[in-house]
């Protein structure tokens, strides 16, 4: 499969997302960059090679979103940032599957998580008392999918206040649908935001603008 072009570039509003299967290897990946030098210092500190795939396919998919291949960097919590400052960006990486956002002026987090049902087996964890009951009691492994994903984009938005999805972050109940929005609350200030997802057999995708 070949990678993803400008035409597969979904906007929203004045976001801009893709979303892709890698299928390539990690030698067709480095050869296809016209500056992996760029990348290279970071690159060599990685040993796996599926987190080399990531580091890859996520670089790969900004490129084609700013149209310039251009070097990440994180902050002391791990949020990615332009040097430059031109765009707030988001990755994602689930198996083969890779998801960036990027907005000119408001923060953005999204995340992408390939089907699993060890999620029945966690769930308590991330979610509230409250959020259980309103949320199927664990018994909807979609919906539960849908909502770790959801406080997952809204910590990469709100960063360490966020880091207890428990008792931090709040989703108001929704039904499980392809596609939908979510309502959600950062308890600690009092703060609203409002998450969009999609349900695919091959992913769940949930982002936020914010």
């Not at 509230?128 to 909502?147: C, F, N, P, R, V």
Request: contains cysteine; hydrophobic residues 40%.
């Amino acid at each position: 499969m070949s990678l993803p072009t400008t035409k597969n570039i979904v906007t929203i509003d004045d976001a801009k997302l893709l979303v892709w299967e890698i299928t390539q290897s990690i030698d067709e990946l480095v050869s296809g960059f016209e500056n992996f030098t760029l990348f290279a210092v970071d690159f060599e500190k990685i040993n796996s090679d599926k987190r080399k795939l990531e580091f890859l396919g996520t670089r790969w998919l900004l490129k084609i979103l700013l149209g310039k291949e251009t070097n990440v960097q994180y902050t002391a919590d791990g949020k990615p940032y332009l040097n430059n400052g031109s765009y707030h960006i988001s990755l994602s990486h689930s198996g083969n599957w890779m998801a960036v956002m990027i907005h000119p002026t408001k923060y953005v987090g999204i995340d992408i998580e390939c089907p699993t049902d060890k999620i029945q087996k966690v769930y308590k964890r991330f979610l509230s008392e409250t959020e259980q009951a309103e949320l199927s009691d664990g018994k909807d492994i979609k919906q539960l999918q849908i909502a770790w994903s959801a406080k997952e984009a809204l910590y990469k938005i709100i960063g360490k206040e966020a880091v207890d999805f428990a008792n931090q972050l709040r989703l108001l109940p929704f039904e499980v649908q392809k596609d939908g929005r979510i309502t959600a609350q950062h308890i600690t200030t009092n703060t609203v935001y409002q998450l969009t997802y999609t349900q695919t057999a091959a992913y769940t995708l949930v982002y936020c603008i914010a």
